[in-house]
């Protein structure tokens, strides 16, 4: 089992990154990717402290650590740029805050996000068909979450998924300690979404598979 979604209290989260691998470790993870939340004036300290210690945790805390980044609340003109620069910088993993219900996200952060190539849009809401396409065309993984605030729109999520080919990723939103899901509520997420119990499994290959890439950088 892979979270693609946490957060340690390098950003937004609540745990020092070593507990929050320890906590993931007792969950029965086999990998988590730290999507720690930045913006331009951000990104660079938080992943100059997140790579090395991402590094030393995959190598002794017996499971797989990502250093990635989560780009949150920039004009969606700038999200290109930020994207290559958070690559550039050390991220393995670029996800972009989508437009999420209730949220105050710049209209037009979606399509920015898919088009300069993130690898995950959390939280997309109300993503429109022809984003989805794209996101499709561009293995823009669209994000089911069980982290509440941000779900409300997972249903819409699912079935633009399946109308275009976009693959999705089913995540925690992992905060703290306690957000930490299981596999069977992982996957009761997708199911109450509205995924299949193949489309769920087809999810964790794409997943899996990313893993794997990820690990070879």
């Known amino acids: 089992m892979i979270e693609l979604r946490a957060y340690t209290s390098l950003s937004c989260g609540s745990m020092a990154p070593a507990e929050a691998v320890r906590m993931a470790k007792l969950a029965g993870l ?24 991402a590094r030393s945790l995959s190598l002794y805390a017996g499971i797989d650590v990502i250093a990635g980044c989560e780009l949150a609340y920039m004009p969606s003109a700038l999200l290109p740029d930020a994207i290559a620069e958070a690559r ?16 105050h996200v710049e209209e037009g952060t979606n399509l920015a996000a898919i088009e300069g190539g993130c690898d995950l849009l959390s939280s997309p809401g109300l993503i429109t068909e022809e984003e989805a396409v794209l996101a499709a065309e561009k293995n823009c993984m669209l994000d089911v979450t069980a982290y509440s605030p941000h779900a409300l729109a997972n249903g819409h999520v699912v079935r633009m998924s399946r109308a275009t080919g976009a693959r999705i990723a089913v995540t925690g939103g992992v905060h703290e300690a306690i957000a930490f899901i299981s596999a069977d509520l992982r996957r009761a997420v997708g199911i109450g979404a509205g995924m299949t119990a193949d489309e769920y499994a087809t999810s964790r290959s794409h997943i899996n598979a990313l893993l794997s890439r990820m690990l070879r950088m």
Do not use: K, W
């Open 88 to 103: 550039a910088a050390g991220a393995q993993f670029v996800a972009v805050l989508g437009q999420y219900l209730s949220g």
């Open 30 to 53: 086999r990998a988590v990717t730290f999507t720690e939340r930045v913006d331009a004036a951000t990104m660079h300290p938080v992943l100059n402290q997140l790579a090395p210690v």
